[in-house]
């Protein structure tokens, strides 16, 4: 049985932005195909094995999408990716597509429980895994899954190292013949892959994306940075299996004829190296890797090439990491308000250093080729007047077609006419620029009154011996929850949380927000998708009572009925 994906949106809406001209109408493997046609050495790839042209990565596909045929797969199949960033993603990626098949790509790191979660709800016949990769073994983990998932019907094994007993070799199907295969062409409205967000939920959210949706409205939003249409050279920091990681594949390559610059696995040595070495036109990553960079460069004075844009995305930019990065790296710096669900706004190229308000950096100009915004009532999803706080909701043509297997989150996040909720509060100045100034969810609750842990972070990054910071909450018998400030000190530079506190009083934020407990780390841990992994840290706080406490700030503030 193949999952029901269903798309939201009005299909008379959908088929205006092929008739404009905003989306290609055509799937992502014929794009990529009419790339490597229109270029036949353009450089594709850019790995730990050297550099990989249209044309050979284009038979690789071919050689894989025959084997991937012989396995059984079929249009509408859904097929689970978990590999690092290298060729073989991308090879997955496009030979999937040019089956007409699903990719439900999730990063390596992740566990076997959330393997099994989405796998299982999505249907998912096979999945390709990495026989090794740091210490995990993907491949020999999945195929144990698979004896309990009767859906599951192939486990293919990616090297190095040898394949475990019961899985397809991936180097047996790459000798498959590539002048066999004859491509799919599904519909460009049609699902290609399968986004996945944590989110707030108690398990991972999946939204599907079509192919006109990623190559058109993602496509857009890359188009926007890309100021002379030149092939774009994108350095991702984050994995490609990330929803950020999704504007690679279908975006840099089929859509725009691009290349990528991967690293299998993020440090930031690693990416000054890259570069150095590739000279990359965007660099694209989450702002806790970039602060990491950024503390090598200061440490060394080294002068890096000049990409034409610094894109970070996946979590709140603040003010400081935002001019510390635009005067290192001597470009723009764009900052992305986006999610997997279907959001997208950036600040663009104007700005070297984006522009800020009272609650930092904003979100930028929305742009209606991507998604469109408005602000709304969150109870009646009415749109709201200029200037006033709502919740921000988005369509356009990149809204994905529906969660999956989840009619519980259709109903929740998307409005009757495809509407998608963020779950984020804003407004939209006059000048139409999106302001994000919370979440509807995301607080903590201390006695009785909601504190915005991003409120207290943009803060508490602008202090001189800050390099990161992350904000959660962590229970309290009294008080329900109590604030946490887990931080990465500037070199030599430890501070107190008394200094923390007199900080926040200088920038004029009520004591009822400061943090009361203080957790001095020497880096954020990261989730396998790249963003600093807050779980972990409030796991680490719990576990760890004699963590700083704070002198109590007062009584709780009265909490508005």
Known sequence: MTVELHDLLPAELRRSWVVDGTCPDLDLYSLFRARQIANLHQTAVLDAKGKLCYTALDRKVRCLAVGLRGLGIRPGDVV???????????????????????????????????????????????????????????????????????????????????????????????????????????????????????????????????????????????????????????????????????????????????????????????????????????????????RMMLERLDATGERLPVPTALVMGGAPLDETTAEAAAKAFGCPVVNLYGSADGVNCHTGLAHTVPPTDGTGVVAGHPDPRVAEIRIADPDTHAALPGGAVGEIISRGPMTPLCYVAAPDLDARYRTPDGWVRTGDLGYLDPDGVLHVVGRLKDIVIRGGANISPAEVERQLSSHPQVCDVVCVGVPDPLMGERLAACVVPRSGQTPTLEELRAHLTDRGLERQKHPERLLVVDALPLTPAGKPDRAALRERLTADLPATPAADPGPPLAQAS
């Open 80 to 290: 689970g990716v978990q590999l690092p960033n290298n060729r073989n993603a991308v090879i997955a990626d496009l030979a999937l597509a040019a089956l007409g098949a699903v990719a439900l790509p999730f990063p390596v790191g992740r566990g076997v429980l959330e393997a099994e979660c989405l796998l299982r709800r999505a249907e998912g016949v096979a999945v390709i895994a990495a026989v090794e990769h740091r210490d995990f073994h993907h491949a020999a983990d999945l195929l144990a899954l698979s004896r309990s998932m009767p859906a599951l019907r192939h486990v293919v094994a990616v090297g190095p190292g040898a394949a475990p007993e019961g899985t397809a070799a991936w180097s047996e199907l790459m000798r498959s013949d590539p002048q066999a295969f004859v491509p799919a062409r599904p519909d460009p409205d049609s699902a290609a892959r399968i986004l996945v967000s944590s989110g707030s939920e108690a398990e991972p959210k999946m939204i599907a994306y079509s192919h006109n949706a990623l190559a058109g409205g993602r496509g857009n939003f890359l188009a926007s940075l890309i100021p002379d249409g030149t092939p774009p050279r994108c350095l991702f920091l984050v994995p490609l299996a990330s929803a950020f990681g999704s504007n690679g594949t279908a975006v840099t390559l089929a859509r725009h004829g691009g290349t990528l610059v991967l690293l299998d696995h993020f440090t930031p040595d690693a990416a000054l190296a890259a570069v150095r070495e590739h000279e990359p036109t965007h660099v694209l990553g989450v702002p806790t890797m970039i």
